[in-house]
């Protein structure tokens, strides 16, 4: 009986060396299908990058999808790469860079609706994330919904006040809303940030200043 039990506790143990082996050689040929990612991107060779990954392809990987997300972006699969960011944010909810990654081949096919829903979420996370506040207040912005657009380009601004982007687009947006007032101070903030800016000459030169 003892005998017996020994064998077991000696199969077992056999076994769980087996599998901590497998997976760090896993582990060694997902670093070497990175790299080699890595190395075909920097040459613009996306697809082959992809080729790589997906050698090691793991649908529970956080990293992976991530991965494919962004070079399929850049091969110009988008379809796939949203499907990849997908999965990404799908295991990582609270991730802020797989939903940005996200926007990218959403916007790449015109789906803005996406984008903002995406954006939205990031903004639950991050209530102060300028970058993502900045970026939905552009798309308001080409949709000519200047009082969306106003608010948020306005939160940017309060929270980066020198800003030079945030001021700019602000000060467009309240001159697309006639206050003129407002808009020709906006673009002189901007212009003590970067002296030659043309977009807050071009406005200054609108309002006749």
């Given at each position: 009986?003892?005998?017996?039990?020994?064998?077991?506790?000696?199969?077992?143990?056999?076994?769980?060396?087996?599998?901590?082996?497998?997976?760090?050689?896993?582990?060694?040929?997902?670093?070497?299908?990175?790299?080699?990612?890595?190395?075909?991107?920097?040459?613009?060779?996306y697809a082959e990058g992809i080729n790589s990954l997906k050698t090691v392809y793991m649908e529970n990987s956080y990293e992976i999808n991530l991965r494919l997300g962004y070079l399929s972006y850049m091969a110009g699969r988008f379809t796939e790469a949203i499907a990849y960011y997908s999965k990404a944010i799908d295991l990582m909810p609270y991730s802020i860079?797989?939903?940005?990654?996200?926007?990218?081949?959403?916007?790449?096919?015109?789906?803005?609706?996406?984008?903002?829903?995406?954006?939205?979420?990031?903004?639950?996370?991050?209530?102060?994330?300028?970058?993502?506040?900045?970026?939905?207040?552009?798309?308001?912005?080409?949709?000519?919904?200047?009082?969306?657009?106003?608010?948020?380009?306005?939160?940017?601004v309060n929270l980066y006040p020198f800003d030079y982007e945030g001021l700019t687009m602000l000060a467009w947006t309240k001159l697309k809303l006639n206050k003129t007032r407002e808009a020709k101070s906006l673009f002189q903030k901007a212009l003590l940030n970067t002296p030659s800016g043309s977009t807050a000459v071009e406005g200054l030169e609108l309002l006749g200043n």
């Open positions: 009986m003892e005998i017996l039990k020994a064998k077991k506790t000696l199969l077992i143990l056999a076994l769980a060396l087996v599998v901590s082996g497998l997976k760090a050689q896993t582990f060694t040929e997902q670093v070497k299908a990175f790299q080699q990612s890595y190395i075909l991107a920097a040459s613009g060779n860079e797989a939903r940005l990654g996200y926007a990218y081949p959403a916007s790449a096919i015109g789906n803005y609706s996406k984008v903002l829903e995406q954006y939205e979420k990031i903004l639950e996370i991050s209530p102060n994330n300028s970058i993502v506040m900045h970026r939905i207040g552009l798309i308001y912005y080409g949709r000519e919904d200047y009082m969306k657009a106003e608010k948020y380009f306005e939160k940017v």
